[in-house]
């Protein structure tokens, strides 16, 4: 089975702090994802990566940075915390070139509440 | 611009109702159509998928049709059970310079024995 894990699945930061949300996935896969989701809105893209070292912008990127060193691991950084990242963050993975197939294999998710 | 509607919710059903949760998209083309489900608690997971017009996905009793002509892939399933308590998603796969899901709002559905 795929499995994508997440460091935390509650996290508590305060204003300001720099926080480093992890995503780990033993599938291979060669892209990842991270969202966001927030009641009435959905999911919301990030950022995403289809290789190590490559990133690209989702659609609210503003206040968030990643890192794939590793193509198993892609982190998500919030480099001053705020209070309207407030939010459920969830980690996929998905192979690249299945395109037709496009199955996303989502982690839990972490629940970060910043104060 | 792509979108994709979804009905609101909640849907409130007893076991064994008819069960309908609509969906709608704006797309250049004829993107492939997803249903992601999440249960409380959890992440995501596909359950079922459509990939041209006509084509019917089904999983797990439930089915939804790729409607070209009224770009809608509404969600059915002839008798929900109190496990198919979740949250569902509607996501096309947009091509917006880079292939994407686009997830609609999400519908949840509350089934009562």
């Known amino acids: 089975d795929v499995k994508v894990t997440q460091s935390s699945r509650y996290l508590v930061k305060r204003t300001g702090e720099k926080v480093f949300l992890e995503c780990v996935q033993d599938?291979?896969?060669?892209?990842m994802f991270w969202y966001r989701q927030d009641p009435g809105l959905g999911l919301r893209l990030i950022y995403f990566?289809?290789?190590?070292?490559?990133?690209e912008k989702g659609d609210i990127p503003e206040g968030y940075s990643v890192s794939r060193e590793k193509k198993e691991r892609f982190s998500l950084i919030l480099e001053s915390a705020s209070t309207n990242q407030t939010s459920m963050y969830l980690c996929?993975?998905?192979?690249?070139?299945?395109?037709?197939?496009?199955?996303?294999?989502f982690g839990p998710g972490t629940r970060l509440t910043v104060t | 611009g792509n979108s994709v509607t979804q009905m609101e919710g909640p849907v409130t059903l007893s076991e064994e109702a008819f069960l309908t949760i609509n969906c709608t998209y704006t797309?250049?083309?004829?993107?492939?159509l997803f249903w992601y489900v999440q249960y409380p608690g959890e992440g995501l997971q596909l359950l079922l998928k459509?990939?041209?017009?006509?084509d019917k996905g089904s999983n797990k009793g439930f089915e939804a049709t790729y409607r070209k002509e009224t770009t809608s892939f509404h969600l059915e399933k002839g008798s929900v059970q109190v496990s198919d308590s979740a949250v569902y998603f509607c996501a096309p796969l947009m091509n917006t310079g880079f292939q994407k899901l686009v997830f609609g709002t999400g519908t949840r559905l509350l089934v009562s024995p």
């Open positions: 996929a993975s998905s192979f690249h070139l299945a395109v037709l197939s496009y199955e996303q294999y």
């Open positions: 797309a250049t083309g004829y993107p492939s």
């Open positions: 990566s289809y290789d190590v070292k490559m990133k």
């Open positions: 459509a990939t041209k017009a006509d």
């Open positions: 599938m291979d896969h060669e892209n």
